[in-house]
Each structure stands twice: as C-alpha cells, then as structure tokens.
C-alpha cells in the first residue's frame, strides 16, 4: 500500500459501522433519513452503511416510538419495544393486528391478524380498551398531532381479579417542518402497575420533549421529567378515567413547568453565562481604554518588576 | 464536505467534540477543512510563569505546544515557534489586559485569551477567545445552572491601513450549553452554536483595538439576543406547536 492510501483512512470496517451507528442514533426526532443521506455520502461504502442502518434504525425508532401508517390506511401501528413481537413485528391491540415494518424505510408493508397468544385476556382487555379509549379522547384535546397506544407488558393472561398486571400508556406527538428549519417531539410513557395486594395503581411517567432549530445554526432543547403517582384499582371504565386524570395532570404540570424554565432564560440562567448589558450598565469604554492601560503601567511599576 | 457540514448541523451541538472526532478519523483527507470550518469547545491550559489560565486554538498552536499570551511562551517549551513581531506583541499585550476588564464586566467570571499574527496581505489577524462555566460550582454567580458552558470565538482580519481606514472582517462563533435539573421539572437542557459575519471600513484614528474591541461587542450582543428571542424562541415555540398550552386550547374551541 502506498502512504496516499493508507491517508484515505485507517478505521476498520467495524470501526466504520459503530461510528455510522453513533450518528445514526444521535439523530434529532424526524432527521435519521436525513442524517443517513449524509452519512452515507461520506461513507462511500455502501455494505458499512447497510450494516450499520440495519443495526441503528430499529433502535432509533423505537426509542422515537416513531408511528406507521398501515398499507391500507385502516390505521396506525406505533413502534415501541412495548408492543414489539420480533424486530420487525409490531402489536397494534386497537386493531388487533400484527404490523410487518421495514424499519431502514420506516413503513409499514403488510398487517395480519394478531394471533390469540399474542393479545391479552378478556378480562386484561376489559382495563386496556378502556384506558385506551379515555387516553384517545385527551390526546385528541391536547395534542394537535398526537398519537397513543396502550399496551400490556406484564400479566396479559390473567383472568379474573387476583394477580398483578401492568400497562403501558404510550403519548407521541412530532412535528417536522424542514421547510422551517423546525423539528420537534414529545414522547411520554406512563406504566401502571396493577397490585392486586395492595389494590394500587402504581403510576410512572418518562416525558421527554425535544426541539431543533437550524436555520443557520444548531439549536436543541433536550428535557426530561419523570413522575410518580397512584391511585386505587376500580372497574375498567372508572379506572381508565383516574389513570386519564392523573396523567393530564402531570403533563400539565410539566409543560407549564418547561414555560417556566423558558421565561426564566433572560434574566437569570442565560445571565450567568453572559450578560446583556455589563456590570457597568453601560456599553464598554473602548475609546477609553488608554486608562486601563496606564493602569496596568502603574501596577507594573509598583510592583517588582519594571515595564521597561 | 458539504455532508460533513450537513451532519455537523444536526447532530446535537453537546455531542459536537464527539461527532468532529469521528468526521476526522472517516476523512482523515479533509482534517484541516473540518478542522478550520467546524468550531469545537475551547480548552485551557495553565502559564507555568504567571499561573494565569489561557485559552487554547488554533492560532496559538505549533506541533503540540500552545503559546501563552501573558508570557508569550510555548507551552510545552518548543524551540523555533512562531511569535508575532514585537510591534505586534505589544498590541496583544494590550488586547489582553483591555479584554480581559470586558470580560469580567459582561461575563463575571470566565477566560479570556487574545492572539495576533501577521498575515501575507501586510494586515494581520487577531482571534479574541471567552470561556466561560456558568454552572453553580464556578463562575455561576446567581446558582441556577446546573451545568452552563459558553465559548466565544472571534477572528478580525485586519486589512493593510489605506488613507487611515482599515477594512476589519470579524467571524465570530458562539457555542453554548445550560441545564438547569431540579425534582419538579427534571433536566432542561439547551445547547447550540451559531456563526456570523460582519465587514466594516473604520477609520483607524482610535487604534486597532478600539475598532475590534466595538465590533466584537456589537457582534456579542447580536448573537447572545438571537440566541435568546431566535433560537431559543424558535424552539420553545415547537414545544407549544406540539402541546399548545390550555389557554390557548379553550380560547380556540369556541371557533370550532
């Protein structure tokens, strides 16, 4: 090998794919396609960027519960580990379907009908269609373009009042506008554990809000919050609509909490990195600055040294 | 290149070192055009002579050695490295001091390092550096950050003087990071960079420094209230696009 060569780089393949990978996954909500675009141009290798999309997509879109339209527009299947039935199948218990998803495409190509053993018993059904149908109504009040799902990740095959169970409530809203230089997401994840013991609703809720600006520039807002709450274990329907409750609350809380941080910006955190105006309260004196220097002269002087 | 930049754009500005890194070691050919068009986080290092702090760049750099500008030496000792002509010197050391009272006045706190040179074109080039920490454990005078970073980058090319005016280019780079974290409202983070320009034929009459020092303050007050109303704005305005706040839900409902 000549010594141009080896400049050309010195990575190995593996290396190359966990790099790609790490862009990738780093991506802003609504930018992998993009961002893959780029890293691929860059690449010019296509088996490295095949390798790394195949392992970093399914995890970029599960961590962005990123939602598919079916192939026939019957509805929606969202992609979450929650509901995940292999790497490329997705539970949509609304529609009790089973969505077959490429995910370096991002879509949805086929759906069958979900089989018995992967949907939940009637009586776990019961709490999950009702919660469900509460958590729609208040998506549909609050989010323009949100979308949710409620899945059951432990106990899906118990059947009568007795044992414990739990569910998972999924609250996506995105926003992509790269005609603005605008992209945007608010995922939430609400668990519930049912204790049958105690008769409890154990409630944990993962909110995590994100935002890009890049007009010019490279601006994001990356916030996190987590709750905890929880209530008593009543019929489906009751239960559906306290659980609904607690989780408007807290959402609530948190968006006015993120309004606050955003007004609190001008006068005091961004003035610890810097002021508006100096301490001086006027614009500094730089057609005065001779003083400073003499300053200096007469401190060098004073001290052990001489300035000339 | 140009999907270099395209990354550099997208990827989250916190996560910049990383990503510059790993753009180099991919096109280990293109290392000094990343390495002059992507800005990353400032370093410091410490004047073993006058245990002041100065900052590291580009510009005061030769092999592996930094030049100090308060004692105008390499750090580590290098034998031949570059230094700018005595006249030059004596307007770095003044660059340095006068800087240094701005910084505090604005930042309360932080770094501040200038560095000059003399370019082919009988101008020269001075490179005006601030680092500040704005979080609770240093420079954070008011506590609420728990983790606040700010890097300012300006670069003055200084053309040749010409019937006592002088043309001043001025790029300047802000790169800056604040998370405040409490139990109520978890982690909020905003992070981000942005670069400008400005061109400008001043009269030479007040000196050099008067001339760069009223650009680089113009220019600052420019990107901090951009920063502020555009981006951050801009992005406070997609969390209410996403979840619109509930005055403005029920003063919609009644139209629909």
Redesign the interface.
């Known amino acids: 090998m000549s010594d141009d060569d080896e400049?050309?780089?010195?990575?190995t393949d593996k290396?190359?794919i966990e790099?790609t990978k790490?862009?990738l996954l780093?991506?802003?909500a609504g930018?992998i396609q993009?961002?893959a675009?780029?890293?691929r141009?860059?690449?010019k290798n296509e088996m490295v960027y095949r390798t790394a999309a195949a392992e970093a997509f399914p995890l970029y879109n599960k961590s962005h519960m990123i939602c598919l339209e079916f192939p026939d527009r019957s509805g929606e299947v969202m992609v979450t580990t929650f509901n995940e039935i292999d790497e490329n199948e997705y539970l949509d218990p609304r529609t009790a379907q089973v969505a077959m998803v490429d995910h370096v495409k991002q879509v949805c190509e086929d759906t069958r009908p979900a089989n018995d053993e992967e949907l939940p018993s009637s009586y776990i059904e019961e709490y999950r269609f009702a919660l469900d149908a509460e958590i729609m109504k208040y998506v549909s009040?609050?989010?323009?373009?949100?979308v949710c799902s409620v899945y059951c990740v432990n106990g899906k095959d118990v059947e009568e009042p007795g044992s414990d169970f739990e569910l998972v409530v999924i609250i996506c809203?995105?926003?992509h506008s790269p005609q603005n230089f605008?992209?945007?997401?608010?995922r939430s994840i609400w668990n519930m554990e049912f204790k049958d013991e105690l008769q409890t609703v154990e409630v944990r809720g993962k909110?995590k809000?994100g935002?890009?600006?890049?007009e010019?520039?490279?601006?994001?807002?990356?916030?996190?919050?987590?709750c905890k709450d929880s209530t008593i274990i009543q019929p489906p329907d009751d239960c559906a609509v306290s659980l609904t409750n607690i989780i408007r609350h807290h959402?609530?809380?948190?968006?006015?909490?993120?309004?606050?941080?955003?007004s609190?910006?001008?006068d005091?955190?961004?003035?610890?990195?810097?002021?508006?105006?100096?301490?001086?309260r006027t614009?500094?004196p730089?057609?005065n600055?001779m003083q400073?220097?003499l300053t200096?002269d007469i401190q060098k002087n004073l001290g052990l040294e001489n300035s000339k | 290149m140009e999907?270099?930049m395209?990354?550099?754009?997208?990827?989250?500005?916190?996560?910049s070192e990383?990503?510059l890194s790993?753009?180099l070691?991919?096109?280990?050919?293109h290392s000094s055009d990343l390495l002059s068009q992507v800005d990353q986080p400032l370093q410091v290092l410490c004047d073993v002579d006058s245990g002041k702090e100065f900052i590291l760049c580009e510009y005061n750099r030769d092999a592996d050695s930094y030049r100090s500008p308060w004692s105008n030496k390499y750090h580590p000792a290098l034998e031949d490295g570059p230094y700018p002509s005595p006249e030059l010197r004596k307007l770095e050391i003044?660059a340095n001091?006068?800087f240094a009272?701005?910084r505090?006045?604005?930042?309360?706190g932080g770094i501040s390092s200038v560095y000059m040179w003399e370019d082919e074109n009988e101008g020269f080039v001075a490179c005006f550096l601030i680092k500040?920490d704005?979080s609770k454990t240093a420079?954070?005078?008011?506590?609420?950050?728990q983790e606040?970073?700010?890097d300012a980058i300006h670069v003055i090319e200084v053309g040749p003087e010409e019937e006592g005016t002088a043309r001043y280019c001025l790029t300047s780079t802000v790169m800056?990071s604040?998370t405040?974290k409490d139990e109520?409202?978890?982690?909020?983070?905003?992070?981000?960079?942005?670069?400008r320009q400005m061109n400008m034929d001043l009269s030479v009459a007040?000196g050099h420094?008067?001339n760069m020092?009223?650009m680089i303050?113009e220019m600052?007050?420019k990107l901090?209230?951009s920063?502020?109303q555009v981006?951050?704005g801009?992005?406070?305005?997609?969390?209410c696009?996403?979840?619109?706040?509930?005055e403005l839900?029920q003063t919609r409902l009644p139209d629909s």
């Open positions: 400049t050309v780089s010195h990575l290396q190359k790099i790490w862009f780093n991506s802003p930018e993009y961002v675009k780029d890293i141009a860059i690449l009040e609050v989010y323009p373009k949100g809203a995105a926003r605008c992209n945007g997401s608010w909110l809000v935002a890009h600006y890049f010019e520039g490279n601006v994001q807002l990356d916030a996190n919050h987590e959402e609530t809380e948190y968006l006015n909490s993120l309004q606050t941080s955003y609190n910006l001008p005091t955190t961004f003035k610890d990195l810097r002021r508006k105006l100096p301490v001086t614009l500094f730089w057609h600055t400073f220097s200096r | 999907a270099a395209g990354l550099m754009r997208r990827i989250p500005p916190k996560h990383a990503a790993a753009l070691s991919l096109l280990p050919d003044e001091d006068v009272i701005y505090d006045q604005y930042y309360e500040k704005g420079h954070g005078r008011r506590g609420y950050l606040g970073a700010w800056l604040l405040t109520s409202s978890g982690t909020f983070n905003l992070s981000g960079s942005i670069r007040e420094l008067c020092g009223k303050e600052e007050g901090r209230n920063l502020d981006y951050f801009k992005t406070k305005e997609m969390v696009t996403l979840r619109p706040p509930s839900v």
